[in-house]
């Protein structure tokens, strides 16, 4: 059974930076395509990025782009989000979740089967 626990979350102010750490047990995450989504309460769970590790392949929303970075530790089967330049609308619960390789887009939330409990990120002056 894959289970998943995210780390990290906190407060910061606007322009301030996070990182996330998703740690994948139960398989080895080069295996899974990998994404990390968030939620604000009162709407839709979003694609926030995705990370394939063969073969290597990353994605990202354009909201994030140029301001997230998605990375992976083999050895310790953890996948990163780094998240700099963050904005009040980055505020929400982030989640990773893990997928077996397919080819069904990395955004698509329904696709994935196995969740992390979420950890809280707030961007508040």
């Given at each position: 059974q894959v289970q998943l626990l995210e780390t990290g979350g906190?407060?910061?102010q606007p322009g301030g930076?996070?990182?996330l750490s998703c740690v994948v047990s139960g398989g080895s995450f080069t295996n899974f395509?990998?994404?990390w989504f968030r939620q604000d309460p009162g709407k839709e769970r979003e694609?926030?990025?995705g990370f394939r590790w063969?073969?290597?392949?990353?994605y990202y929303d354009d909201s994030v782009k140029g301001r997230?970075?998605?990375s992976g530790d083999t050895d310790r089967n953890t996948l990163y989000l780094q998240m700099n330049n963050l904005k009040p609308e980055d505020t929400a619960v982030y989640y990773c979740a893990v997928r077996s390789a397919e080819f069904v887009p990395m955004s698509i939330v329904t696709s994935y089967p196995y969740w992390g409990q979420g950890?809280?990120?707030t961007v508040s002056s």
């Open positions: 906190g407060s910061v930076s996070l990182s395509d990998m994404g694609f926030v990025a063969t073969p290597h392949n990353i997230f970075t998605v950890t809280q990120v």
